[in-house]
């Protein structure tokens, strides 16, 4: 298992891949895929935008709340109503090249900024955060046991975090994961989670809510190849990702069957 000091050395070359986005074939190939017949899944059936939905929900009355965006790149889907709406808006992320863009579109919020460095490293100092937003985020650290401890470092108490994640706990899904890993350009800082991952956290937080997504809805990407009408087809998606959302509350079988998980955790008194 990694160190810090190892972690930060990954980073700096995670920083380069970002700044440059140099892909491989295989890594071109499997973001073909996440970003095309994923993509297309989740808008059909709604998964992408319940998603969204349900982190503002769980935002709550942002305005005297200081927010963390770890990880924003150059501004994801909420970063800019983070920085509008909380008391004081802080987003970070390893690419010195995206947070200048961010910055760019965060001059007009006087309590907003955003600034490249690494969460883990000595220069980021800063602490007492009421919400920390990780937006596909947490599966980039390796060490799970170091990320938990710096969260809850960053944390007031009772502080929040929204997670947005990648699993690795369905067979299907590991398999072509395992397959995939050797050819992977950004290996070294991709990790999905794994169910002891998720345990390490339900451990360290307490799970507020949380959600499964794509689970029996992953299987839309040979449904999409059967020869029905495409209303069926996405009544059929719909269908299975309401059972996914719903019963991955409370099942942990279902939970583990689907790709990506979201979490509102609560920092333990």
Known sequence: MKTTESILETNIKQAEFYNTKKKNFATRIWSKFRNGILNKIKKAVGVQDQAYLKHKEWFGDLSTKKVLDLGCFSGNY?????????????????????????NERLAIFPNAKAKAVDFL???????????????????????????????????VPNGQIISYD???????????????????????????FTKKTFYQFQSAFSIIERRGLLGKSKWMAFISMVPISDEKKNKIGRKWHKEDWEYSKTSDSVLFSCMHLTMLMEKKK
């Open 78 to 102: 909420w970063s800019m109503y983070l920085a509008e709406h909380s008391k004081e808006y802080l987003g970070i992320d390893l690419s010195d090249v995206a947070i200048h863009k961010l």
């Open 166 to 192: 990648p699993l690795e706990t369905s067979f299907p899904i590991k398999i072509i994961r395992t397959l995939y890993r050797p050819f992977q350009s950004d290996a070294a800082w991709e990790w999905p």
């Open 121 to 155: 490293s000595a220069e980021f100092a800063d602490n007492d955060y009421d919400l920390i937003y990780a937006y596909g985020v947490l599966h980039h650290f390796e060490n799970t046991k170091i990320l938990i401890d710096k969260l809850n470092e960053k944390l």
